[in-house]
């Protein structure tokens, strides 16, 4: 199965990419992931891209659609992959397009997160990730309990450097402006599901299968 995961920052792709990916034995492919790594690593790519994400606007095509040709090339994603946050501009949309073209293996679909804008924020500017196991948790929306099982085996919750206000404003703004329309783009093609993002991580997750059945 070869989807890709549309939706708005806080959308929630990457918690729900997660757990497809071990339901489905399939990689979760998030470009965010692999450019924060490259930032971590110190790389030249990371050092081309460390203040790009850190005010929150969009690292160039070229280099994205040669990361993602990389990686897509690798064994593991011969049986599928899940595309979280990849494409996000139209010219990228239309470089992957051709890429699976190529390969004679199309994308099954694109699924839209939907959620309200005032939703995002609060995910947003609350998101934390487990330092210990490297889980998505939520300052407002997870349990004492979910927090406490982190922090009480030593682990810290680490805010992400572009989870800031200022930053978020303008990662929401990018994506309406640059990525929101690749879901006509998807919905031409025929191949655009809608899923209601909002409630529970499970509750998400039952609706996203459902969506891909
Ligand atoms: P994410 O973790 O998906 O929210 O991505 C974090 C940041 O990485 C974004 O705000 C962008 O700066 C950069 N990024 C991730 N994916 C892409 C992409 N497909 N195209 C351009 N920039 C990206």
């Given at each position: 199965m070869r989807i890709v995961l549309l939706g708005a920052p806080g959308s929630g792709k990457g918690t729900q990419?997660?757990?497809l990916m071990s339901e489905r034995n399939i990689p979760q492919i998030s470009t965010g992931d692999m450019l924060r790594?490259?930032?971590?690593?110190?790389?030249?790519?990371?050092?081309?891209?460390?203040?790009?994400?850190?005010?929150?606007?969009?690292?160039?095509?070229?280099?994205?659609?040669?990361?993602?040709?990389?990686?897509?090339?690798?064994p593991d994603a011969t049986n599928g992959f899940i595309l979280d946050g990849f494409p996000r501009t139209e010219q990228q949309a239309e470089d992957l397009e051709e890429l699976l073209d190529q390969r004679a293996t199309p994308l099954d679909a694109a699924i839209l997160m939907d959620v309200d804008s005032d939703i995002l924020m609060k995910r947003l500017t609350g998101r934390r990730t487990c330092s210990l196991t490297g889980k998505l948790l939520n300052v407002y929306l997870s349990t004492q309990a979910e927090l406490d099982?982190?922090?009480?085996?030593?682990?810290?919750?680490?805010?992400?450097?572009?989870?800031?206000?200022?930053?978020?404003?303008n990662r929401l703004e990018v994506y309406r402006q640059q990525t929101e329309p690749l879901v006509e783009?998807?919905?031409?093609?025929?191949?655009?599901k809608t899923v209601d993002a909002d409630g529970s991580v499970d509750a998400v997750f039952e609706r996203l299968l459902e969506a891909l059945t």
């Amino acid at each position: 199965m070869r989807i890709v995961l549309l939706g708005a920052p806080g959308s929630g792709k990457g918690t729900q990419a997660r757990k497809l990916m071990s339901e489905r034995n399939i990689p979760q492919i998030s470009t965010g992931d692999m450019l924060r790594e490259a930032v971590a690593a110190g790389s030249r790519l990371g050092q081309q891209a460390g203040e790009i994400i850190d005010a929150g606007n969009l690292v160039s095509d070229e280099i994205m659609i040669g990361i993602i040709s990389e990686r897509l090339a690798r064994p593991d994603a011969t049986n599928g992959f899940i595309l979280d946050g990849f494409p996000r501009t139209e010219q990228q949309a239309e470089d992957l397009e051709e890429l699976l073209d190529q390969r004679a293996t199309p994308l099954d679909a694109a699924i839209l997160m939907d959620v309200d804008s005032d939703i995002l924020m609060k995910r947003l500017t609350g998101r934390r990730t487990c330092s210990l196991t490297g889980k998505l948790l939520n300052v407002y929306l997870s349990t004492q309990a979910e927090l406490d099982e982190c922090t009480s085996a030593g682990g810290e919750l680490i805010q992400r450097e572009d989870d800031n206000e200022e930053t978020i404003e303008n990662r929401l703004e990018v994506y309406r402006q640059q990525t929101e329309p690749l879901v006509e783009f998807y919905r031409q093609r025929g191949c655009l599901k809608t899923v209601d993002a909002d409630g529970s991580v499970d509750a998400v997750f039952e609706r996203l299968l459902e969506a891909l059945t």
